[in-house]
């Protein structure tokens, strides 16, 4: 599976962002999606997951109520809707994919078996 982020760009704090994550290879519908973030000099961490069916969805709780991820298996494709942006949100934005056996790690990104290459957001206050 390759991966590819795109929607990233510079935002005013309380502004939106639609981020998408366009994969290849046939395996994206069985395939459990997540997003992750790494701000510089800080740790990558876990922002948005869901399932490979779209049922369930996982948020950390620092984006819970202003994110929103989705997918459309037709498309090959996982969105996040980023709403309600704070400065603290800055980071490059990565996509990545999980074998859906492994749902339980979804907020682990160690357990992920592709990744994307990034977008950079930019929220300026």
């Known amino acids: 599976v390759q991966l590819q982020a795109s929607g990233g760009g510079l935002v005013q704090a309380g502004g939106s962002l639609r981020l998408s994550c366009a994969a290849s290879?046939?395996?994206?519908?069985?395939?459990?999606m997540g997003w992750f973030r790494q701000a510089p000099g800080k740790e990558r961490e876990f922002v948005a997951g869901?399932?490979?069916?779209?049922?369930?969805?996982y948020y950390a709780d620092n984006v819970k109520g202003r994110f929103t991820v989705s997918r459309d298996n037709a498309k090959n494709t996982v969105y996040l809707q980023m709403s309600a942006l704070k400065p603290e949100d800055t980071a490059v934005y990565y996509c990545?994919?999980?074998?859906?056996?492994?749902?339980?790690?979804?907020?682990?990104?160690?357990?992920?078996?592709?990744w994307g290459q990034g977008t950079q957001v930019t929220v300026s206050s």
């Open positions: 290879g046939r395996i994206f519908s069985t395939s459990d």
């Open positions: 990545a994919a999980l074998n859906r056996a492994k749902t339980r790690f979804i907020w682990d990104g160690s357990m992920y078996d592709f």
């Open positions: 869901i399932a490979w069916s779209g049922r369930s969805t």
